[in-house]
């Protein structure tokens, strides 16, 4: 038996099954899919793996190991979309057809039985490839979400840290998120809690009509988004909610779906991120988890931006204040250093009005010496003891106060909250340990207006000006010490010219008088003899025409004598008894005895005496000389009438000065010059000697004789002497 027979025998002991006999199990196989899938799906599913073995067939002959390619990706593709069960069916049918009519098959294996193994191994890998596949692209869908997540965390990053302007920060945020996720509207809201409210800081798209909500707000208390803040979560829905709910019906379309996610750093909520559209319901939790990080890239921007902004503005109040202060340093005057304290302070701290408030200490109160854009009537009325009102609180604490609504605060006076303040904020001036008073801020636009930067800064311009105004009190203090102490010297050197003057004058009259004494001695004697004769002559029997000429004779000789008998008392004044006089009694004794010669020369005279008896220690002649003199002066200053006032007054010195004030025609100062001086006189046929007597009656008596006059404005005689106390305090 050849070997072919033997193979033949061999083989006829197992089931001939050919593979052109496989037709039968094809339709069963088919009568068992129809009873899964319709017709329809049958031949969808059929046609289209067989037309591709028959395309497979008809194409030249391919090696063996790459006959799978085709099956597997298929199977792969239909795994993926219609399931692992239905792909392997498929494949089965497509690898069969393949093996089944591909000759390179045909030549190794005969039968179903000899392909078997074959088309194991592709029904095997088939659906594992597919199910491979499935995943590699689901991973790879993940990895092309997460690089798109993490280009755009990037971007957003990069707007950040290249960006200090928080709306274009914002812009790029919202613009970047809208790659990521796909929403018709966006907005960053910001929560402001001193005024309980959210402002919209930023939208998309930035396009009208949407862009007009940029610096609108909404309350913080009663909204979704205040809630969201609240609670620290979440929140997506459906805009269909109460009218309460305001800030969804800003920001969204009836209808669309709303997610509203907390903006929070660290452990404070400084806002909301409200995306809108009628696709947010598809969101996924990577989603949800990319919106988290996203929102914390958001409250990173926007605190950072505000950190900025607050460090820029503080360096600008700073400066400002540096400058203010080199500009009331400049200024020593009190009065100007306080008005510039009150205008930069309202130029540099955040204010509307305000007031500087110092301690007033003859009064014993604070009140206000200068304010910015207050009525006068809140500057006279509002005034505070030590324990009273703001000023009073911060002086007794020595500490800021702050006060958020004037309202609700009792210590806030009456008068500042009808000018419409609504907060306060009060710092102390404190230079050196000491407390000059208090810097007062005003705000009249709303409650809770200023804050703790707000208080750094007021501060630190309170400590500056303190030390400003404590410079300018020295600085007044010391010009009022040098004024003195000018007014003290030039009056000591007023004495002192005085004094010498007084001297030289004194020496001056001393020769002049022991000159005249002389001249007076020795002509006196001869006078004497004159006048006898003269007496013997007249009582002689003579013509009335000699006897006229005679008496005109001894009246000239009269006269002579009279000069001659003042300059001996020029030079030895007549003795007198020094005793207690009353000024008063003096002056009415002169003016008796003056009076014909006043009402000659029509000159009206008006006393203006002490309340009480002024004693000095006198010769009461020679002061009556003195007043005397004085009088007659005034009287010929006066040639066409006029008024003479007298006037007694005692001056806390302990000395009384009497005032001789006529209406004439004044002196100029080159007459002042010599008007005490010997034998100077402007009156024609004066003698110059009465007021250089009156001088020397006065100094002998330990007072002062001068006068005060301008040309055309009358003149003022006055003398000063010295007042017995001791008598006074006995008469008291």
Known sequence: MTLPEKRMNEQSDRPNIHLRAITPRFSRLSRRLNRQFSLAEWFLYISFPLILSILLVTRPPIPFYALPLAPI???????????????????????????????VVLRRAATLQEAWPILSAYLA?????????????????????????????QEISQAIVTSLDLDETLHTILAETRRLISFDQGAVLLADRRQQQLRVMAVAPNTRPISLLVGRTIPLHGTVAGRVIQERRFWLGVVDVPVAYGDLRLLCLPGEMCLIVPLQFKREVIGVFVLAGWHLNGLEAADLDNLRQIAGQIAIAI????????????????????????????SLDLERTLRLVMRKAAETLPMDAGALFLFDQDAELYRVVVSHNLSSEHVEKVTFTFAEGVPGWVVQTKRPLMIPDATQDGRVHPYVIQEGVKSVLAIPLIASGQI?????????????????????????????????????????ELRQAAADLEARVQERAEQLRQTQAQVIRAEKLAVVGRLAA????????????????????????????????????????????GIVQRLLDFQRPQAGEWRLYDVHELLEDVLK??????????????????????????????????FLNLILNGVEAMPHGGRLGVTVQVGKNGRVCVEFADEGIGMSPEVMQHLFEPFFSTKQGGTGIGLAVSDEIVRRHGGKLGATSEEGQGSVFWVELPVCTVVMEDNT
Request: aromatic share 6%.
């Open 593 to 626: 005895l003056a009076g014909k010669q006043l009402q000659q020369a029509g000159v009206k005279v008006e006393c203006c005496f002490a309340s009480r008896p002024v004693l000095v220690r006198a010769v009461g002649d020679q002061l009556k000389q003195v």
């Open 125 to 153: 890998a088939g659906p594992l490839v597919g199910w491979l596949t499935a995943r590699e692209r689901e991973r790879e869908r993940v990895l092309v979400s997460a690089a798109r997540r993490l280009h755009v965390v």
């Open 518 to 561: 002389s001249v007076a001695h020795e002509v006196n004697n001869p006078l004497q003899a004159i006048a006898l004769h003269l007496q013997l002559v007249t009582e002689a029997e003579v013509s009335d025409e000699v006897r006229a000429q005679l008496g005109i004779v001894q009246e000239e000789l009269g006269r002579i004598a």
């Open 436 to 476: 000059l008073g208090v810097l007062t801020l005003y705000c009249t636009q709303e409650t809770h207006a200023f804050d703790e930067d707000a208080l750094q800064l007021a501060q630190v311009f309170a400590d500056q000006a303190a030390v400003f105004i404590q410079n300018a009190y020295l600085m007044d």
């Open 73 to 103: 990706a298929l199977a792969a593709v239909l795994y993926e979309f219609w399931g692992g069960t239905l792909a392997a069916l498929l494949t089965l049918v497509t690898v069969g057809a393949v093996l089944a009519l591909d000759p």
């Open 303 to 330: 605190t950072h931006a505000r950190l900025f902004a607050g460090q820029q503005a503080r360096s600008r109040a700073l400066a400002a204040i540096s400058d203010a202060g080199r500009e009331i340093a400049a």
